[in-house]
């Protein structure tokens, strides 16, 4: 299994509040990535990183906010917790493997209730 | 935009009964398609990469195959622990010819297999 740890694995919060999600690898893979999965729509892409202190926004990147600042962690913030965000959320990473595709691996999630 | 259907959303199986599942894409400039296991609660489990079409992969009872519109993931003789949510994925540079690995998933086919 590829070495990703998340934390926490499970968080109850309310409205509101701050929430900082870790994901943490031991793989030294360059890229890095935040799903959300929601019954109904699937696994979508909030914001990756294709290095430490590079970031971008995925397709559904509104209210959440990432950082970068080793190679080995990412972390996911949600500056004010909405019940909209409520979900379970992945990280996954990737090393380039062959020049066009990148295989990635997926943590085990964190599942986040916001009340 | 890309786009991933996947087919059936729920399919069940008695031990031993041979079937298919459908991935039908709609990308621009396919990098890969993936397949991915996930069992409840946990994290998708990379199965295959597929980077053009006429490619197979096999693993164990699992064959994956590829044209230019779909992929089928082929179960032969599944037994019971074969059970769990089947997910594609595809992955295709962004506008500016990058892709970092991005993924747009399917919404998963749910695979039961009775005994």
């Known amino acids: 299994d590829a070495g990703i740890t998340q934390s926490p694995r499970h968080k109850v919060t309310e409205t509101g509040t701050p929430v900082t999600l870790r994901c943490h690898q031991t793989?030294?893979?360059?890229?890095m990535y935040w799903y959300r999965q929601d019954p109904g729509h699937g696994l979508r892409l909030i914001h990756y990183s294709y290095g430490v202190k590079d970031t971008d926004k995925g397709e559904v990147s509104d209210g959440y906010s990432v950082s970068r600042s080793k190679t080995e962690d990412f972390l996911l913030t949600l500056e004010s917790a909405t019940s909209s965000q409520t979900s379970v959320y992945f990280c996954?990473?990737?090393?380039?493997?062959?020049?066009?595709?990148?295989?990635?691996?997926f943590g085990p999630g964190t599942r986040l209730t916001v009340t | 935009e890309d786009q991933v259907t996947q087919s059936p959303e729920a399919l069940r199986l008695q031990e031993g009964e041979s079937s298919s599942l459908n991935c039908s894409y709609t990308?621009?400039?396919?990098?890969?398609l993936f397949w991915y296991r996930q069992d409840p609660g946990k994290g998708p489990e990379f199965l295959f990469t597929l980077y053009s079409a006429g490619e197979e992969k096999e693993k164990e009872r699992l064959k994956a195959t590829l044209t230019k519109k779909e992929s089928f993931l082929h179960i032969t003789a599944p037994k019971p622990e074969d059970s769990a949510t089947y997910l594609c994925a595809v992955q295709a540079p962004n506008a500016g010819g990058t892709s970092y690995g991005k993924l747009t998933f399917g919404q998963g086919t749910i695979l039961t297999v009775h005994p």
């Open positions: 990308v621009s400039g396919l990098r890969g």
């Open positions: 996954a990473i990737s090393e380039r493997i062959v020049v066009r595709a990148y295989e990635q691996y």
């Open positions: 793989e030294n893979h360059r890229y």
